[in-house]
């Protein structure tokens, strides 16, 4: 079983920052794509960014030069740097892991959500 705990959420003003964290723990032999998901209140989830083990990175288009993802491969966490943060970006954020476990077995795990709000 793979683990993720989330952190960095939070109250915001617009055109302020924030930056997740979602740390993988558990019997994990490797990771291959990091990503963070996003769903507001009567809204379809929807991919935010994803970066992959080479780094290669993809983000929504709405998020596109605000957004930042990376990845700590040594401590099997990623992270969203949020800037320029707009209300429209308020939502439950989600980090999404996929990779192998130690047996050899594909994982693909997702975190229990932090609420990110943006207003005045």
């Known amino acids: 079983q793979v683990l993720l705990v989330e952190s960095g959420g939070g109250l915001v003003q617009p055109g302020g920052s924030l930056r997740l964290s979602c740390a993988a723990s558990g019997s994990i032999f490797s990771i291959n794509t990091m990503g963070w998901y996003r769903q507001a209140p009567g809204k379809q989830r929807e991919l935010v960014a994803a970066i992959t083990s080479g780094s290669s990175t993809n983000y929504a288009d709405s998020v596109k030069g605000r957004f930042t993802i990376s990845r700590d491969n040594a401590k099997n966490t990623v992270y969203l740097q949020m800037n320029t943060l707009k209300p429209e970006d308020t939502a439950v954020y989600y980090c999404?892991?996929?990779?192998?476990?130690?047996?050899?077995?594909?994982?693909?795990?997702w975190g229990q959500g932090t609420q990110v709000t943006v207003s005045s």
């Open positions: 999404n892991v996929v990779g192998l476990m130690a047996t050899m077995k594909i994982f693909d795990s």
